[in-house]
């Protein structure tokens, strides 16, 4: 189920000011959760290796760190739904990041435009996480 918070609530209001404050709140709560589900799913599969795989039997190999185990599931869609984890990442494209930094230019100004949002650090990418039948989404 995707969270629609954020443009509900800029649906009702119509003040600049208040809407970027909600949405650089809402975008953080976003975020750290984002955050709980990837430790919370890293501590599930180091809990497995710790209990299942190595055991009594005293196992010993090389197993993934959190980066590894992130870049793993975004990869391998047998590791991904074994763990219940899925992360999709793509590029935004200029209309998008023009809409997150609330510009709408005509056609002399899109160099311009382009250039404010790589000046103001406007995200360029957007990554989804899955997990629980929960949904994410972020921008870096």
């Given amino acids: ?14 003040n600049p000011d208040i809407d970027k404050k909600v949405r650089m709140k809402l975008e953080d709560m976003s ?9 919370e799913t890293y501590g599930n599969y180091i809990s497995y290796i710790h209990d299942i795989v190595q ?4 196992i010993y190999g090389n197993w993934y760190g959190k980066k590894e185990f992130i870049d793993k ?3 391998d869609s047998e590791f991904s739904e074994r763990w219940g984890l899925k992360i999709e990442e793509r590029e935004l494209d200029m209309m998008e990041r023009w809409g997150l930094a609330g510009l709408t230019p005509n056609m002399t100004e ?8 790589d000046e103001h650090k406007v995200p360029t990418k957007l990554i989804t ?5 929960e949904t994410v989404e972020i921008y870096e």
């Fill in 1 to 14: 189920m995707k969270n629609n918070i954020i443009s509900d609530w800029l649906d009702k209001h119509n």
């Fill in 55 to 58: 055991g009594e039997h005293q």
């Fill in 31 to 39: 975020k750290e959760r984002h955050n709980q589900i990837i430790d």
């Fill in 73 to 75: 599931c975004k990869t």
């Fill in 129 to 133: 996480i899955t997990y629980n039948n």
């Fill in 110 to 117: 899109f160099d311009y435009c382009n250039k404010l949002c």
